[in-house]
């Protein structure tokens, strides 16, 4: 018995629901204080119902902290950010018409970062250590729209070249903080940063986050029929009644802001929102009324997963942005390979 | 027989001399050989041996610059009441601020010496120097006492002040002694329990003081027991690794803004041992971090007073003394207090016994 393409592009969303749910319970079960899975369950259920309902509590206080304060607000995190940037990848390709592109071209990842270390440098800490690393993203975006509008003919591809050009000043500048940071105190913390983490999350910071990316995810998500019509070419929109330059503008402050709250969060985490969009399309298709939710929802697996393994693979947490860059870039080039034979569009 | 008396003589003559003429020169710790005329009219220093050439030379005279971190630690510390003229130390001499050199600022002072890492990014810290035939004597991170006297010896050797140096490194191994016999007897109350003591030398991210850090082995002569003395190297490590390590007390880095509450008002510190009996004790900063050569033994003494409490406490009373001894410098009780923290340590427990009303006086001769 097989199952159609259709088919699976109807259930691809619940599936991916149902798998993410299974991931984000086993990956409360890892870490390296050893929590048994009964008691996993019994904690999540106490933390999760009223306290009428919540089973005895039986587990040490080390047991709840290590599952509610230190393993679930990272699974959390790890998931939102994952679906933000999935999300954010498969808007940015649809909306551009092209595969290559990811959410952090307008220089929004590199800003961001910039932000981050110069909050570390000057010994920012919590939600000023974000502000700093969103405000950095703002400030590349709105550096990057300008030379964008300095150019004549307008449109997107000035805008990534702008973002081009904005990525290699902030990097350079981060650089720069890196150097003349003390390499005993500030540069270990630095360089962990920029190679991205969620060792450090915390409620706190899932507050601090979660809205721009729920608010700018759900906005994206109620665009999906818009993003299919831009996905048609500039002209076939227009004359269906599209503002193109508008909506384009719209989509790109919307993953801008995503972006800028996940470097804000965990530091860089490359490849999500080019490879995700990839693998997602070929479960459900091109049509982005399914792409965007699925990839939202595979974002989330493919980095729960990653981050499940930078927590295990060694004695010592290995950086999720390497993992990803890792594992993102050989899947990336043989979906490359692949699609180049099929075309992107998969029609 | 006058003739062979008369040449074993010349032959022993010959051999001492010849013995006096092969004494082998100093070697730094990579092992060459270090040919500089004592005392050194001009060095440079990188790394902490600032605050030691200072003590053994007993000012800043032939200091032609040091990197500016290390020349921060002194001018905010301490040792900037017993050598006030080390702020105006020139700082050019390193390009980032720490370790990486300014050959050409370095040239222009024509060194007689320069005091530099070795075995620590050397491609950018050490290299140069030698690409420039500069003098240079290298050093490495302390990894046991034989490097704090190694050292000690090398600076002594190059400033002309060997005397001196050994004189500290005695006065080093004799509060070590009367150090060992009090941790023997609070071991002996305690049955010979040791305490787990966790070193965090960095609480975000989390990087404790490893066992190869010569402030975990400091650690262990206090009588605790370092929790993290399997890392090979400073390293991060994660919460869960802490909750599951449970020290009895958390000790933290002098020098940085964490403090006890800090990790008391943090909810995934609450099942630790040391925090649920609040017992976070921030490291005294003194006048070179509360380490080397001179503030090493301090460190102990400030620890092993923790982990006993039955002991007595002679903390203060030895710090006025060693800096009256080896500074010159009276400690009032203001100076004290600040130095060990007295009002970030207030709220844990038994912090109260190096309060300037408990304390006994020094033991030390």
Known sequence: ?347 | MRLILTSVALAVLCLVRTGEAQTPPPQDQRGRDVSVAAPAQRVVTFNSVLWLYLTLERGAGPIAGASASTVRTVSTGLLDRAFPSAAAIPTDVSVDGFFVPNVEAILRRAPDAVFQWVGRNDPAYLEPLDRAGLPVVALRQTRDERDYFSTARLIGAVSGRSARAEALIDDYRDSYARLDHHVQAGLQATKGRRQRVLYLWKWRPLIPIDGKNFFGTLLERAGGVNVAAQLARPERVSMEKILLWDPEVVVLFCCDRTTPSDLYQDPMWRPVSAVRNRRVYKVPSGGSRFADLVEGPLYSRWLTELLFPELPSTLRGDLRQTFQQVYGLDLDDDTLDHTLHMKVNSVSAGYDRFSRSLTQESLRP
């Open chain 1, 1 to 347: 018995m097989s199952i159609s393409s259709s088919s699976l592009a109807r259930l691809a969303v619940p599936l991916l629901s149902l798998s993410l749910l299974l991931a984000m319970l086993m990956s409360l079960r890892i870490g390296t204080y050893p929590v048994p899975t009964l008691t996993v369950a019994r904690v999540v259920l106490a933390w999760l119902l009223p306290a009428g309902m919540a089973p005895a509590s039986d587990w040490s206080e080390a047991e709840w902290v290590a599952v509610t304060i230190i393993r679930l607000p990272r699974v959390l995190l790890v998931c939102l950010a994952g679906a933000g940037l999935g999300l954010a990848g498969a808007a940015l390709q649809g909306m551009m018409r092209n595969p290559l592109v990811g959410p952090d071209i307008v220089g929004i990842s590199a800003g961001a970062a910039f932000g981050g270390i110069l909050a570390i440098l000057l010994d920012f800490s919590g939600p000023a250590m974000l502000a700093a690393a969103f405000a950095g993203g703002m400030v590349a975006l709105a550096l990057a729209w300008t030379l964008s509008r300095l150019g004549r003919g307008g449109g997107v591809l000035p805008l990534v070249l702008g973002g081009i050009i904005v990525a290699a000043f902030f990097t350079a500048l981060n650089g720069l903080l890196q150097y003349v940071a003390d390499p005993d105190s500030k540069l270990p913390a630095m360089v962990y940063w920029l190679i991205g983490s969620f060792a450090a999350a915390s409620i706190d910071k899932l507050v601090l986050v979660a809205p721009p990316i729920v608010l700018a995810g759900g906005l994206l998500l109620a665009l999906r029929w818009r993003v299919n019509l831009l996905s048609l070419g500039e002209l076939d929109a227009a004359s269906l009644g599209i503002r193109v330059e508008r909506l384009r503008w719209l989509i790109i402050a919307l993953v801008a802001m995503i972006v800028a709250a996940q470097v804000s969060a965990s530091g860089m985490v490359g490849w999500v929102g080019l490879v995700v969009p990839h693998f997602t399309r070929m479960l459900v298709g091109p049509d982005h009324r399914r792409l965007l939710p699925a990839s939202a929802l595979f974002g989330a697996l493919f980095l729960l997963m990653m981050d499940d393994v930078a927590r295990t693979l060694a004695s010592q947490e290995l950086p999720i942005g390497v993992l990803t860059a890792v594992v993102g870039t050989p899947v990336f080039a043989f979906l490359y390979w692949r699609l180049q034979a099929r075309g992107w569009n998969n029609d």
